[in-house]
């Protein structure tokens, strides 16, 4: 058994969010030289139950053991969702980032182009289109127009008054996760929970249940143009004259 393939393997599921509880397992079939190995394990995230199966395989050539991907899995009710991950010397898509794709929600990569230039880009699972290995995966670099940042100041999020709040609202909806923050409608703050909406450049906004709710009793109402204020300054200004002169030939 070459060890220093093992100790690699190892230290890839461990990074890619697997932990060590398949170490054992992997360890023991290697020393049989199996030439494909088949591991499942199940976690919970957010209450739902999430099956994995990874999938090695041996060099034909020597004794080395390549693990080359993985399916991840999961039940909606009447639909169940598997989708199958590469895995590479880049761009792998972490066991965590995987279930929140999975659930239907993006997830923001840095990930690099064959001749190694690095570049930011949104996945989402197009569950309409199926493939060979699950469903079509979309990807929105930023070229596209969607700016995380600024979508979320269009709304009266509490959390954004917050420095280290922000910072870890913008990490945690980045990574896929499912997130809550409080909105101020009508004097009160609101837990609304939000997700990016890549296709139409905003948010998607549900209640604790999970029901939808309208994003235009929400928005922050848009500033009105300078021009505008402007117009209205001068308007204005021309109402407070005329006033005084009134005054003053009502005094004489």
Known sequence: MNENNLKFLKDNL???????????????????????????????RLGEKVDYELHFRKSSSSDMYFFNRYTAGIDKGEESRVQSFN???????????????????????????????????????????????GFKMESFSNKYGFDLEKTLEKFPIKELDHPEYKAQL???????????????????????????????RTLVLRDTDGKSLKRESFEKKPERALEDKLSD????????????????????
Request: charged fraction near 30%.
């Open 87 to 133: 895995i590479s010397g880049v761009n792998n898509v972490h066991a965590g980032e995987a279930f929140n794709l999975i659930a239907g929600r993006p997830v923001q990569k840095e990930l690099y182009t064959q001749d190694g230039e690095r570049y930011e880009a949104w996945l989402k699972l197009d569950f309409s289109s199926q493939e060979k290995y």
């Open 170 to 200: 913008l990490s945690e909806l980045k990574a896929g996760d499912l997130v809550t923050v409080h909105m101020q409608k009508e004097g009160q703050d609101i837990p609304v929970r939000i997700e990016p909406n890549l296709r139409w």
């Open 14 to 44: 461990e990074k890619l969010g697997f932990g060590t509880q398949l170490n054992d397992p992997l360890e023991k079939l290697i020393i049989t030289q199996q030439p494909d190995i088949v591991l499942k394990c199940e976690a919970e």
């Open 233 to 252: 300054a001068i308007k204005k200004g021309k109402h407070q004259e005329n006033k005084v002169s009134q005054n003053r030939g009502m005094s004489i």
